[in-house]
């Protein structure tokens, strides 16, 4: 596995309309894309930085993953995760797990931005949450 670069920032808020103001002076560019990813409970916001790009992440629902974040950060949001590139992340999830490395998601799902995505356990990645990426219309082998 070799990922190509950060492909994004993820940031638990409370609010996207509270926080994206903020976001827009950082970054000196407007918010291009809201989403909602209802199959994760979550609304998301984006931000270009260069290549990079930073992620805003709303629950929609107190059972979210998102939601249960920020309750226990003191309910102040905070970042998230770190989400590489990579080729291919069924084939990526395959060297993680044949490295020993405890996988949130067996298999990639579509994520924000029709991404594939998959999430590797912070248990086994020094405590952060690791996404990888994989961008539409690259090779699945």
Same mark, same amino acid.
């Given at each position: 596995m070799k990922p190509t670069h950060i492909e994004h920032l993820g940031i638990a808020v409370t609010s996207i309309e509270e926080a994206a103001p903020f976001f827009e002076f950082?970054?000196?560019?407007?918010?291009?894309?809201?989403?909602?990813?209802?199959?994760?409970?979550? #609304?998301?916001?984006?931000?270009?930085?260069?290549?990079?790009?930073?992620?805003?992440?709303?629950?929609?629902?107190?059972?979210?993953?998102?939601?249960?974040?920020?309750?226990?950060?003191?309910? #102040?949001?905070?970042?998230?995760?770190?989400?590489?590139?990579?080729?291919?992340?069924?084939?990526?999830?395959?060297?993680?797990e044949a490295a020993g490395i405890q996988l949130i998601d067996k298999a990639p799902r579509k994520g924000a931005e029709n991404l594939m995505i998959a999430f590797l356990h912070p248990k086994s990645t020094k405590g952060v949450l690791t996404e990888l990426c994989q961008q539409p219309g690259a090779s699945s082998r």
């Open positions: 950082l970054t000196g560019n407007k918010c291009y894309s809201i989403e909602e990813v209802a199959d994760q409970k979550v #609304r998301t916001a984006f931000f270009k930085v260069g290549e990079v790009k930073i992620e805003l992440l709303e629950p929609t629902s107190p059972e979210s993953t998102i939601a249960k974040f920020i309750e226990k950060n003191g309910g #102040r949001g905070g970042v998230h995760h770190v989400a590489f590139n990579v080729e291919n992340v069924a084939e990526a999830l395959a060297e993680c």
